[in-house]
Structures are given as C-alpha cells and as structure tokens.
Nanobody, 124 residues
C-alpha cells in the first residue's frame, strides 16, 4: 500500500524557516516523480516544487530562490526546505507521488498519490 506522511509544519513569523518532511512507504521515491503542492485560501492546490526520478527539479516562481526540494533515498523521505517565509506561503502543504504536474488543480486530483497534508502558517 502506498502511503505518504507529511510532517514539519507549524506557525512561524515572516522571514523564518521550516523544513517539511514526507515519509513514503509502499514504493521507492527515487523511482518516482515527487512533489509538493499547497492549498492556500483558494479551493485548488498549486504546485510548489517537484523532483523527477532523474533529480530534475522544478519550482514555482513564487518560491524560487527560497525553497529547496530534496530527497533521502536511504530514508525514503522527501523534504522541502522553506526559507525566508512570507505570509502568502500560509497553506496546507501536500506531498505527492507521480501523477500529472499541473500548475493548479483540485487537491488530490492529478491522478497520483497524496499525503494528508501539513499546515504552515506565517504571520507578518
């Protein structure tokens, strides 16, 4: 059974950092196209960052230069290091495996596997 469990969310002030983790089971993340989506005040999820099986990375313009995606094959865990956080980064962050990479999509609706989400709140 494929399972994704996110952790590391919390409440911080603008300018601070958080690191999200996504522990996977039931498959090998290094063989998959992994990613992070987030749901802010809107109804849909927007892609934040992805990493392919060939380690090619993608970042949304809004997080480029501040967020870094990485993975630890030994721990089968995906990470999202978030620096210089802004209030507009406030959202529920979801870890995803495979599925289509779409800029904006109903959460869980890209055909891949999704975790349960972790809340990130950034105050001014």
């Amino acid at each position: 059974e494929v399972r994704l469990v996110e952790s590391g969310g919390g409440s911080v002030q603008a300018g601070e950092s958080l690191r999200l983790s996504c522990t996977a089971s039931g498959f090998t993340i290094g063989d998959s196209h992994m990613g992070w989506y987030r749901q802010g005040q809107g109804n849909e999820c927007e892609v934040v960052s992805t990493i392919s099986a060939e380690d090619k990375t993608y970042y949304a313009d809004s997080v480029k230069g501040r967020f870094t995606i990485s993975q630890d094959a030994a721990k089968n865990t995906l990470y999202l290091q978030m620096n210089r956080l802004k209030p507009e980064d406030t959202a529920v962050y979801y870890c995803t495996a495979d599925g289509l990479v779409v800029a904006s999509i109903p959460c869980g609706g890209n055909g891949g596997h999704w975790g349960q989400g972790t809340q990130v709140s950034v105050s001014p």
